[in-house]
């Protein structure tokens, strides 16, 4: 069986002023390496949330299990480390072993696309190779690579997004709507490169998502959101479950 690379049991994360706002629970999740699944939900449930917790950068608030193993052959206690404020080696995990495309993108405008693809490579003081040449061409943008971003397509600062995201070949991708802002074709071209991208890395894939039928023909095993209300009304409740 595939290596167990998430395990959350009654996560919790609630954003609740004066007994009303939004409460995200977490019964259970399990996902195995080099799986690809997606958070299918509308906006505003709480997708973002999760991935936000996934990437460890978002602070559980109440946890009876999370742990990630990002086969490296050691599992982290992920509640423990936030407990203890440690930070630094959640920082470390992140920064080694997850890539994390925003909507937005998120790439710096004051460097060109080589630097800010390198950019996770250059964090971790990795040395240089033709990995970046060699992701540019498969994603399309090799003849980008001496542009600022502002001056490329929407279309071609996603594929820069996730080329920095790989940059630096890390066992978990996750992605925040990462084709929304596109047009349908420009999305599913991007992302069928991707997914065979991933494929060929041994990647394992965690994106957000509102468009069931884009989910359907990738072909990804999806994590639905179900909401209520609860407690007088005036907290919505979301869940996410196989």
């Known amino acids: 069986m595939a290596t167990l690379v998430y395990s959350l049991k009654n996560v919790v994360k609630e954003r609740i002023v004066e007994n009303a ?7 259970s999740i399990q996902i195995h390496a080099e799986e690809n699944i997606a958070l299918v939900g509308h906006s505003g449930c709480g997708k973002s949330t999760l991935l936000d917790m996934l990437a460890l950068i978002l602070c559980p608030d ?62 971790l ?5 033709d990995s970046i040449d060699s992701i540019a061409r498969v994603l399309g943008i090799n003849r980008q690579l001496d542009k600022l971003p502002g ?18 070949r890390p066992s978990i991708l996750l992605a925040d ?18 997914m065979e ?7 394992t894939l965690i994106t957000a998502s509102h468009d069931w039928a884009h989910v359907y023909k990738m072909d ?15 907290i919505y409740q979301s869940t996410f479950k196989d």
């Open 197 to 203: 991208l991933i494929r060929g890395l041994n990647i």
């Open 21 to 27: 706002g939004f409460r995200l629970v977490i019964p």
């Open 220 to 234: 990804l095993r999806t994590l639905r959101q179900e909401g209520r209300p609860v407690e007088n009304g005036r």
């Open 177 to 194: 709507e990462p084709t929304a802002a596109l047009d349908p074709i420009t999305a599913r071209k991007i992302m069928a490169v991707v």
């Open 62 to 123: 109440r946890t009876a299990g999370f742990e990630i193993n990002p086969v490296d052959g050691k599992p982290h206690d992920v509640g423990r480390l936030w407990q203890l404020r440690k930070q630094s080696q959640l920082s470390q995990i992140r920064k080694q072993h997850i890539g994390y495309v925003l909507q937005s993108g998120g790439l710096l405008p004051y460097l060109t696309v080589r630097e800010n693809i390198e950019l996770p490579r250059r964090l």
């Open 151 to 168: 001056l490329l397509s929407a279309g071609e600062r996603q594929r820069v997004a996730f080329a920095r995201a790989l940059s630096h």
């Open 125 to 129: 003081k990795l040395a240089k190779d």
